[in-house]
């Protein structure tokens, strides 16, 4: 083929990407008269043309941000009625935890350039949750857009800092979520139900509703989608398709008013030139687009269990994966294997389940010396925002029953307990934290109360705990820095408080605490 020739076919699939042609009749003209039907039509033929097999997901990628991911289900109890997450002692902030709200799951995925190693991730995270506390095997799990007046998501995150293509980013994010419905692969009527009735959202906003998103440090989230977490090929599929459209959404048609005119297989023609277009230049398109060809378009559970579609049984059939015992450490985010990155593929590309791997932690670290337990473990996240995340990477020893707790969003951001004036005097603490009048510790012995306002940025928050847990004033530890001797050297810097009692110095201004 002559370069004028391989010009002008780049040139019409380029257009045909953003104007939704999907077929040689589809091309109006002038494009049509540069080329004759034939050449355009093997041109079409070409690119839809899906490998035969499995391939690596590896360096070819055209998306140089990365993805994350926090899908949403709910457990279900025999009698088909939610089961309250935080009820199987699941926190917000772990890789497998609870919503803020207590009652949903929350899964929470390893960033990355590559679709396929976020999918790794949610799955190994679904895994472990079973071995952290395996009662959750035995209720069914339900993804969906509605369940109980609570709206379900899909939430998906990209590192995309800069903002001079948010908005047509998020245009392409909504056209591609318009077509997933339009297609039968996400439910329309919980799709509404989600926008109109789910509680939880900001006032004045609907949870679900087209443009939803949400700033964070990293860039922003997407949260128009719902839970797409029904099984692996949906999942995978929406986050490729997702990363695509973000990564190049000049190329990508705006959502406008006449799209709600597209049919079933208009909007699937879309969808499926969006992966064919994107297969020579991208490894997760690439696979996408293989699996497409040979299973079809993905499909939503139409609100069954979810279980078994990620391998994951109460007893495997076919002999269950090595036995592992529970880490001490809890994850915050599970990174994927290349094993378990391989098993999905060739799993989503033969049409069965994945088979359950023998697991290893990859989490570092993943293991406390002996006598130390995770903060987390006995924190109440349960509305409380950013509490889970904040106590995540601390621990403490056994034998200290020091906890954090929510105070809501009043006007102090800290109260620390009154056992341990002393030390919060010796160690600076009030003076580094530079608070002024919103610190005090006149609290409750053993509980550090924590603002938790929505407010208050996360950025803070991470800052203000590194000062607190540096100042050496309470036996509190990084996980990834806790020794086996820390607590006898903390026991030795100073005396033990007393249990109660103790210098109380309360820096107000006469507002009242929390």
Not at 164 to 186: C, N, P, Q, Y
Not at 325 to 350: K, Q
Not at 404 to 426: D, E, Q
């Amino acid at each position: 083929m002559s370069v004028e020739l391989q010009k002008l076919r780049g040139e019409i699939m380029r257009e045909s990407l953003a104007h939704g042609w999907t077929h040689p009749g589809d091309v109006p003209a002038p494009w049509n008269t540069m080329v004759d039907a034939q050449r355009l039509r093997r041109w079409f033929d070409r690119l839809y043309e899906a490998p035969s097999e499995p391939t690596p997901v590896g360096p070819r990628l055209v998306n140089h941000f990365k993805l994350g991911a926090d899908p949403e289900f709910v457990f279900m109890d025999a009698g088909c009625t939610r089961y309250d997450a935080h009820n199987l002692n699941l926190k917000a902030g772990p890789a497998f935890g609870a919503d803020n709200n207590g009652r949903l799951v929350e899964l929470r995925a390893h960033p990355s350039r590559s679709a396929l190693s976020v999918l790794a991730s949610l799955w190994l995270a679904m895994r472990w949750m079973e071995v952290f506390e395996p009662k959750t095997l035995q209720f069914g799990w339900r993804s969906g857009a509605y369940f109980e007046n609570d709206g379900l998501g899909g939430h998906i995150h990209f590192g995309r800092k800069r903002r001079k293509l948010f908005e047509r980013e998020v245009s392409s994010l909504d056209r591609i979520t318009h077509l997933a419905f339009t297609a039968g692969i996400f439910d329309r009527e919980e799709g509404r139900l989600r926008v109109r009735q789910s509680q939880g959202a900001p006032h004045g906003h609907k949870y679900g509703e087209l443009s939803d998103t949400r700033s964070q440090p990293h860039g922003y989230e997407y949260r128009t989608l719902p839970s797409w977490i029904d099984n692996p090929w949906l999942a995978y599929f929406a986050l490729v398709v997702s990363k695509l459209v973000v990564a190049f959404p000049e190329l990508v048609a705006p959502l406008v008013a006449a799209d709600a005119s597209i049919g079933t297989e208009q909007a699937r023609s879309q969808l499926r030139f969006i992966l064919a277009y994107y297969a020579p230049t991208d490894d997760d398109a690439r696979l996408a687009h293989a699996i497409l060809a040979r299973q079809g378009f993905p499909r939503h559970a139409n609100g069954m269990d979810i279980k078994g579609s990620w391998g994951i049984f109460p007893s495997v059939p076919f002999g269950k994966a090595n036995e592992v015992s529970r880490p001490s450490i809890f994850p915050s985010t599970v990174p994927p294997t290349p094993a378990a990155e391989r098993e999905l593929a060739e799993a989503m590309f033969l049409g069965r389940v994945p088979e359950a791997l023998p697991l290893e932690p990859t989490w570092l670290p993943s293991k406390l010396p002996p006598g130390y337990v995770p903060l987390i473990a006995q924190t109440v996240t349960k509305v409380a925002p950013g509490l889970g995340e904040f106590v995540m990477p601390l621990c403490r020893h056994k034998d200290v029953n020091l906890s954090f707790r929510s105070a809501g969003n009043g006007r102090l951001l800290f109260r620390f307990p009154n056992n341990y004036a002393n030390w919060i005097v010796n160690s600076r603490l009030m003076e580094k934290l530079g608070l002024e009048d919103a610190v005090d510790y006149q609290g409750d012995p053993d509980i550090i109360w924590v603002n938790t306002s929505k407010d208050i940025s996360p950025t803070l928050l991470e800052r203000w705990r590194d000062i607190i847990v540096d100042s050496g004033a309470f036996p509190l530890w990084r996980t990834n820095e806790v020794r086996p001797e820390s607590f006898s050297d903390w026991n030795n810097r100073f005396n033990r408080p007393a249990k109660a009692g103790g210098a109380k110095i309360i820096l107000t201004n006469g507002k009242g605490g929390f």
